[in-house]
């Protein structure tokens, strides 16, 4: 039996599952200009292809590493 590999990418939906956020929380930080100069409450790099997103799972627990550290 093939043993099946880890997940690396992860939608939009996914990564909003995997942090234990509002899906609405990442789609509206991501459609929002850079130009706005607003502090990202997302800041969690991720690719766009077509309408889908994509992002790393090691860019997503970097992002959650770094919460941590700051509550503590």
């Known amino acids: 039996m093939a043993k099946e590999m880890p997940k ?4 939009l939906r996914e990564a909003a599952n995997y942090c234990g956020i509002p899906v609405k929380t990442i789609y509206s930080a991501k459609s929002r200009k850079a130009t706005l100069g607003e502090k990202a409450r997302f800041p969690v790099p991720g690719v766009k292809r ?12 970097k992002w959650l590493n770094e919460l941590a550290k700051k509550k503590q």
């Open 50 to 61: 077509g309408k889908a997103w994509l992002f790393l799972r090691e860019d997503l627990d």
């Open 8 to 11: 690396r990418g992860f939608s």
